[in-house]
């Protein structure tokens, strides 16, 4: 079960409706394992429940109810997009992910996604970087594999799918969240034994501390 | 069969220590009515009460009179054809019909998409030991909650509503109040405190 959380500010924000597209993603990935926030965020919608209850209704619907109330089975909802086939990605990754994923890359292989390599023993696959300049990337990382000393251009989360890594702020396994502010600096390391899977979100491209890291990403791409 | 006009009053006229919280048992019923046996009646009450509700978080979500009322429509037709997903266990029928609104709004006005835990995932982890038993009734927990929200002060009410109906980001709200972020998180931290505690004990 997931030790780790995203802070109160994400739950809200996917009680609330706020959080952009890949925010939710994530916090879905991590409700699945994690039992006491989907608890939370079911209270926050009864929260939310209770105040749709005490809002002044709106007059015009009125009469809208007169004409729709006849005949709710004759109006249909639209279908939902196409649902993803099943692939080597469904034994790792929980539903709403392999959704997105799938709509991105077109498929739920993990072999087939777009990895390019980012480190010694560390692949990254990127899914999404807009204009707006959110990215959103997967990482696939051997046992030992370490992870540049790196900052973030802005606010990072991270859900892990498989193995575990650790850095100076804890141990995050599967279903854990890591909340990694702009300011702090860190050097993941994975642990022995298992390929470490995980999703990150951010708004911009994380910046490499040393000059030598950033020539050689910037060599090869980033 | 499904609910009469008779069994609705008989609802309503339940013993006088139900009173309080007679409105949101019957709601629940009402979904719950319209889940199991597609009854119209139920519906129909359904639509009455929250309609002009949805319209109204939809405007307060910034969208205009047309395209709330189109959004609500769709809403009210998705209660009808999803009700089998209602569990009148895990939700009351507010909150159920709060997050299909939420969700209808971030689609169609923000044309963005929601991910949402799929219950049936083979990787869904559940609790070790079930929840505390101490929880109220469903009906004693809503009026419990509505009670506690009445009694907020005013400044955490507020950040409350520009957070759940207004559907802002902290720092959104942050802006739209000219208070620091953190002063936001600690008012709106205070006003889920209070609510929980009074949620989960009489």
């Known amino acids: ?30 409700l699945t394992y994690c039992p006491q926030c989907r608890e939370e965020v079911a209270r926050q919608e009864e929260i939310a429940g209770a105040m749709l209850d005490a809002l002044e209704p709106e007059d015009a619907a009125a009469e809208i109810c007169a004409r729709e109330i006849a005949a709710p089975a004759s109006r249909s909802v639209g279908a939902k997009g196409e649902a993803a086939p099943r692939g080597s990605f469904n034994a790792i990754a929980p539903a709403p992910l392999i959704q997105y994923v799938y709509e991105k890359t ?22 999404v970087e807009d204009k707006e300049g959110a990215i959103v990337r997967l990482f696939r990382a ?8 790196h900052e973030h251009g802005s606010d990072e989360l991270t859900v892990v799918l498989t193995g575990a890594y650790s850095d100076h702020t804890g141990r995050y396994a599967v279903g854990d969240v890591q909340c990694a502010p702009k300011e702090i600096s860190h050097r993941p390391v994975v642990e022995k034994g298992e390929i470490c899977i995980a999703l990150v979100v951010s708004e911009k491209p994380a910046v490499a501390k040393s000059f030598a890291v950033r020539m050689a990403q910037r060599i090869l791409g980033r | 069969m499904c ?28 979904l719950a009515q319209v889940k199991t046996r597609r009854c119209k009646a139920s519906y129909e009450r359904l639509y009455q ?19 709330s009322q ?5 809403v009210m037709t998705r209660v009808w054809h999803k009700a089998d997903q209602f569990d009148e266990k895990k939700s009351s029928a ?30 869904l982890a559940h609790r070790e030991e079930p929840a505390p038993d101490s929880r109220l009734q469903q009906g004693e927990r809503i009026s419990a909650l509505k009670a506690a929200i009445s009694e907020l002060p005013g400044d955490q009410a507020e950040v409350l509503q520009l957070v759940y109906l207004s559907g802002m980001t902290q720092q959104t709200a942050a802006d739209r109040l000219s208070i620091p972020l953190n002063t936001v998180k600690s008012r709106l931290r205070l006003a889920l405190e209070k609510l929980r505690r009074r949620m989960e004990y009489v």
């Not at chain 2, 009460?49 to 395209?67: H, M, N, S, T, V």
């Not at chain 2, 159920?96 to 990787?123: G, Y």
Request: net charge negative; with cysteine.
């Open chain 1, 1 to 30: 079960m997931a030790q780790y959380h995203p802070d109160d500010e994400w739950l809200t924000g996917y009680a609330s409706g706020a959080v952009n597209e890949q925010t939710s993603v994530l916090v879905a990935t991590h």
């Open chain 1, 106 to 127: 077109g498929t739920t292989d993990i072999d087939r996604l777009p990895w390019s390599f980012y480190g010694p023993g560390i692949e990254r696959a990127i899914l």
């Open chain 1, 142 to 149: 051997q046992p030992d594999a370490k992870f540049p000393d």
């Open chain 2, 3 to 30: 609910l009469s006009h008779n069994s609705i009053n008989d609802l309503n006229t339940r013993g006088a220590e139900r009173e309080l919280h007679r409105d949101v048992e019957e709601r629940t019923v009402f």
């Open chain 2, 49 to 67: 009460y929250y309609a002009p509700r949805i319209c109204a978080f939809l405007r307060q979500k910034g969208a205009d009179e047309r395209i």
């Open chain 2, 70 to 74: 189109e959004i609500m429509q769709d």
């Open chain 2, 94 to 123: 507010s909150a159920w019909i709060f997050a299909i609104a939420r969700n209808r709004f971030i689609d169609v006005i923000r044309q963005s998409k929601r991910s949402e835990v799929d219950p049936n995932d083979p990787l």
